[in-house]
């Protein structure tokens, strides 16, 4: 009886707490479950076979539960659940669940930038890689992986987004085209002519199916694709008939869309055009391929030693 008293409580806080993460932060449900995850292992380390109550919680709580987590074989590594516990506690603070916000007192993990420049490939590169997808056109679905893959290389769209596109989202006579974006936001971006020409002759000429998405599968039933693994397998095998020196696994997936920025700071774009481009939510994000020009830096530069008001 205690155990489903618990179980109950827990599951109506968390309710609570899906509908705040949903409205107000705007979060996907993959994100908002991931999120409930990490709150149930916090409170099951907490409270064990004991009733939840948020208002015992202390910082020294949290702080051993970090500890116990660090101290795993496989130490912790997620930033996720430093965000979703800062998030739970904010909320239980917000909706006077507790008195303190002990949000406050949850630490970052430090995020340490490589020392040198993120791999990205050049604007010849990118023509390289784009003719390498181009070649495999012969193949029954070598059309689909063209247009998907010049989204990415001409507009920056991540992979999930790519995934996303719905047919009703292009808008042809207005050459515009409404990009799923994370957090659950839409926007409406310009549809370039190459772009629009690559989808137009995939639609025409190789899609099949009654599926709503733009891109689906070459095989019946012709569903959608559940994630971006696609890109990933296409990228991959592309490169693989390149000269372009191979990037680790894991880049590979972003490595159109940081090209593009990469190649936009260095003809001189501003950051506005940049972070508007690749839909940044925060400026911080769009900061971070400052470091990518390199000329751009050694302007600023003081030079070395200082003569005045410096110190050798």
Excluded at 198 to 219: M, T, W
């Amino acid at each position: 009886m205690m155990k489903t008293l618990k179980t109950q409580s827990r599951e109506k806080i968390k309710t609570e707490y899906r509908t705040y993460l949903s409205h107000q932060r705007g979060l996907t449900d993959k994100t908002i479950h991931r999120y409930c995850t990490f709150v149930d292992r916090f409170l099951d380390f907490k409270f064990a076979d004991v009733p939840d109550d948020f208002t015992k919680v202390t910082a020294h709580d949290i702080a051993d539960f970090l500890h116990h987590l660090s101290g795993r074989p496989k130490p912790l590594r997620d930033r996720n659940l430093l965000a979703s516990m800062r998030s739970l506690f904010r909320f239980l603070f917000q909706t006077e669940k507790i008195q303190n916000n002990l949000a406050l007192g949850i630490p970052s993990i430090a995020q340490k930038y490589g020392k040198r420049i993120p791999y990205h490939l050049t604007i010849a590169q990118v023509d390289e890689l784009l003719k390498a997808v181009r070649s495999f056109r012969s193949s029954v679905y070598g059309k689909r992986n063209y247009a998907m893959v010049l989204l990415m290389a001409r507009l920056g769209l991540r992979a999930p987004e790519v995934i996303a596109i719905q047919l009703e989202d292009i808008d042809w006579r207005n050459a515009e085209i409404i990009i799923r974006g994370k957090g659950g936001y839409h926007d409406k971006i310009p549809l370039l002519q190459d772009v629009g020409e690559a989808i137009a002759d995939y639609i025409q000429n190789e899609r099949k199916g009654s599926s709503r998405s733009l891109f689906v599968a070459n095989r019946s039933p012709y569903l959608p694709f559940k994630d971006g693994q696609i890109l990933n397998t296409t990228l991959s095998q592309a490169l693989k008939t390149t000269t372009i020196p191979k990037p680790k696994q894991y880049t590979v997936i972003n490595i159109l869309r940081h090209s593009l920025a990469t190649n936009l700071v260095q003809q001189g774009a501003s950051f506005e055009e940049i972070s508007n481009t690749l839909r940044h939510r925060s400026r911080n994000t769009t900061l971070l391929y400052a470091r990518q020009d390199i000329d751009g830096l050694r302007t600023i530069a003081l030079s070395w030693p200082l003569t005045e008001g410096g110190v050798l």
